[in-house]
T-cell receptor, first 110, second 114 residues
Framework: GESVGLHLPTLSVQEGDNSIINCAYSNSASDYFIWYKQESGKGPQFIIDIRSNMDKRQGQRVTVLLNKTVKHLSLQIAATQPGDSAVYFCAEVPDDKIIFGKGTRLHILP | DSGVTQTPKHLITATGQRVTLRCSPRSGDLSVYWYQQSLDQGLQFLIHYYNGEERAKGNILERFSAQQFPDLHSELNLSSLELGDSALYFC?????????????FGSGTRLTVV
């Protein structure tokens, strides 16, 4: 079956610290990867993406790292804020559809 | 507001019934994707339409069907509903026929089957 997954279902981080959310994927044919953020009661929101010809991409306070050798993807959030509290999904695109993992819930501790 | 509109936001219905969920894609987007999100599952891909034609099918039950109309809005029909069909149903749209630039999601329809 489809098997983009996350290592931890829940992650708690102190406000102001950096957060790292990890993801493993299994399809070697995937050449495009996306991180989505889903806040309560809302649909998933695009955060950042990366193509397989890159190993790092930076956005505003977020960085995605791709290690194709071990099929691992991570999302780093700098200086985590209360507004970052959400479920984060990694997704891979091996063909015509996006395959999502089950998500990691990020809790921000005051 | 993402630009993708889903109606209704909430729906409560009885087992055995049939419902229709509606999605209007972002202006200019030709692709519509439907996903199901249950409590214990991630986002499960159901079906993809591009410019009125079915492009790909995922884990969609035979009791479910969808279509995309000439004005590009899409409807997901769920029939003979079971308790296990209770979930969030999301629609997403993209400009192209593939997933190479990600999707924009609507806010979803929460379906509760009682």
């Amino acid at each position: 079956g489809e098997s983009v997954g996350l290592h931890l279902p829940t992650l708690s981080v102190q406000e102001g610290d950096n957060s790292i959310i990890n993801c493993a994927y299994s399809n070697s044919a995937s050449d495009y990867f996306i991180w989505y953020k889903q806040e309560s009661g809302k649909g998933p929101q695009f955060i950042i993406d990366i193509r397989s010809n890159m190993d790092k991409r930076q956005g505003q306070r977020v960085t995605v790292l791709l290690n194709k050798t071990v099929k691992h993807l991570s999302l780093q959030i700098a200086a985590t804020q209360p507004g970052d509290s959400a479920v984060y999904f990694c997704a891979e695109v091996p063909d015509d559809k996006i395959i999502f993992g089950k998500g990691t819930r990020l809790h921000i501790l005051p | 507001d993402s630009g993708v509109t889903q109606t209704p936001k909430h729906l409560i219905t009885a087992t055995g019934q049939r419902v229709t969920l509606r999605c209007s894609p972002r202006s200019g987007d030709l692709s519509v994707y439907w996903y199901q999100q249950s409590l214990d599952q991630g986002l499960q891909f159901l079906i993809h339409y591009y410019n009125g034609e079915e492009r790909a099918k995922g884990n969609i039950l035979e009791r479910f069907s969808a279509q995309q109309f000439p004005d590009l809005h899409s409807e997901l029909n769920l029939s003979s509903l079971e308790l296990g069909d209770s979930a969030l149903y999301f629609c997403a749209s993209s400009a192209s026929g593939d997933s190479s630039y990600g999707y924009t999601f609507g806010s979803g329809t929460r379906l509760t089957v009682v």
